[in-house]
């Protein structure tokens, strides 16, 4: 099997996700596509089945030894970590989105090694973007080095989260936005995780908290964190889930206002 270094590793994993992208516009294009509900309540289309078969085909070709974790073939390993080298796929970040004509929809494919998260791809074929980060390679959007923003009070700062599929499952977490609403300049809700997570990355926002899975968040996690943003958890991470792959309670920021913006919704979790 070839040795790959972390530049050639990202440089197939953005091929792959811009191949996967092309599929995603001819779907939308051609509306060639079914909808049905997994669970109950969260949608899912054949183009994501479709594309995340492609992308699986097209990893396991070049890296045959390796594990992969995706949304539509195999979620069942969310919280199996003990994989050496995985690869880490959501093929339609954004499937609303996708389904509904919208425009915030994304191709996410990470890799970790060791528990340690190192590649991360985030195409958005309707944007004509692509985010690329690679451990010690920097971030990029479509080949421009990006930076998060210069932010450095919660009430000038932009933040996005997300909210569950189950209903019962938001008012939990309405204390929260009550206090991003009061104490931030606004909040966004765009549907893609990963895209929410690349635009803290270059500066487009400010901050970003929400509890996802680990196809959501593990590429645009290291774009984030390559580009100096930081990432991290409100809550503690368990000792048997690398913290890279550990979806819940996430927090990504600008430096200079995360321990305030953690500081924020904790206190919120507290009042609740």
Same mark, same amino acid.
């Given at each position: ?28 294009? $051609?509306?060639?596509?079914?909808? %049905? ?12 089945? /479709?594309?995340? %078969?492609?992308? +699986? ?8 030894? $390796?594990?992969? @974790? ?35 929809? /994304? ?30 390679? #920097? ?13 450095? $009070?919660?009430?000038? +700062?932009?933040?996005?989260? #997300?909210?569950?599929?189950? %209903? /019962?499952?938001?008012?939990? @977490? ?10 931030? %300049? ?23 908290? $929400? ?20 990432? #991290? ?32 919704? @904790? ?6």
């Amino acid at each position: 099997m070839a040795a790959y270094s972390l530049k050639e590793r990202l440089d197939i994993a953005q091929s792959i996700a811009e191949q996967a992208g092309q599929m995603i516009l001819k779907a939308r294009d $051609e509306q060639s596509f079914s909808r %049905r509900y997994k669970a109950g309540d969260e949608l899912v289309t054949d183009t994501d089945v /479709a594309v995340d %078969r492609f992308i +699986s085909d097209q990893l396991a070709a070049y890296f045959p030894d $390796e594990d992969q @974790l995706s949304e539509e073939l195999s979620p069942e390993q969310a919280l199996d970590a003990s994989a050496p080298k995985l690869w880490v796929v959501d093929p339609i970040d954004g499937t609303v989105n996708f389904a509904q004509g919208l425009r915030h929809v /994304a191709v996410s494919i990470g890799w970790v090694e060791d528990g340690v998260a190192k590649v991360g791809v985030v195409h958005a074929p309707f944007l004509q973007e692509t985010f690329t980060g690679g451990q010690g390679l #920097g971030a990029h959007c479509n080949q421009q080095v990006i930076q998060p923003s210069v932010a450095s $009070e919660l009430s000038r +700062s932009l933040v996005a989260t #997300g909210f569950p599929y189950q %209903r /019962a499952a938001r008012d939990a @977490l309405l204390p929260r936005l009550a206090a991003v609403l009061a104490n931030c %300049r606004d909040i966004r809700r765009n549907g893609a995780a990963a895209l929410d997570i690349c635009d803290v990355a270059c500066g487009r926002l400010d901050a970003y908290y $929400e509890s996802v899975s680990p196809w959501d968040f593990v590429a645009g996690w290291v774009i984030a964190r390559e580009a100096g943003a930081l990432v #991290g958890h409100l809550c503690d991470v368990p000792e048997e889930v690398p913290e890279d792959l550990y979806a819940q309670h996430l927090l990504v920021s600008t430096p200079a206002i995360y321990s305030a913006m953690k500081a924020l919704l @904790l206190d919120a979790d507290s009042r609740a």
